[in-house]
């Protein structure tokens, strides 16, 4: 009698992924397999845009470092793993570990704008590949249940959640006198991208 045998799955290498990806392919690549992602929805969108305008007017203004958002790669040889955040910073002085396609190890902040379906993903399986990499800093943005959790990483390498201050905001340890308040992000309507960059920044030095 023959054995049976568990079906094998095909791995391919990163470089054989960033070579089938493109701004049509919606897929994230661990441990030598392609998993797919499911569509966002209009509220991610909003959010997401929302998100990266504010942090990006920040990081121009103050001449932080570079910003990047969905479709592109942030590449973990811990793992091994390569994601898509829904948005990541990368401070200056990491400037040289990024590509044109990807960011070659962690970015300094990483966000991740949870769906129903990614939630899992995004608690478990992300929050581990983050910290394992030395990610930072991870913002984790749950519209549907209205939360913010950001995580630090501490001396010991393990992230801690990081307690909002007196007056409700977070401040970000990576991206230099960034704020934000988390009520604003569950606002109907959300407050638009012009009010929204006069509120986020603290003064920094010159």
């Not at 023959?2 to 441990?31: C, H, Q, R």
């Not at 942090?55 to 470092?65: D, S």
């Not at 990047?68 to 955040?85: D, G, K, N």
């Not at 990491?94 to 704008?113: K, M």
């Amino acid at each position: 009698m023959t054995a049976l045998t568990e079906p094998t799955v095909k791995t391919i290498s990163f470089e054989e992924y960033l070579a089938m990806s493109g701004e049509d392919s919606n897929t994230e690549w661990v441990n030598g397999e392609i998993v797919e992602m499911s569509p966002e929805s209009e509220l991610h969108q909003e959010i997401g845009f929302l998100l990266l305008t504010a942090m990006g007017g920040h990081i121009q203004r103050n001449r932080l470092g570079k910003i990047r958002f969905e479709r592109f790669v942030m590449r973990l040889e811990q793992i091994p793993s390569a994601r898509e955040p829904d948005i990541l910073f990368v401070r200056n002085e990491n400037l040289h570990r990024l590509h044109p396609t990807f960011l070659e190890g962690p970015a300094d902040v990483v966000v991740e704008i949870v769906s129903l379906e990614s939630r899992l993903r995004d608690r478990a399986a992300k929050f581990y590949e983050y910290e394992q990499g030395g990610v930072p800093e991870y913002w984790l943005i749950d519209p549907d249940r209205q939360t913010a959790e950001f995580f630090v990483m501490s001396d010991r390498g393990r992230y801690s959640a990081h307690a909002l201050d007196a007056d409700g905001y977070f401040r970000s340890r990576s991206l230099d006198g960034f704020r934000l308040k988390p009520s604003w992000l569950w606002e109907d309507p959300l407050p638009d991208m012009f009010t929204l960059a006069g509120l986020v920044s603290d003064d920094l030095p010159d």
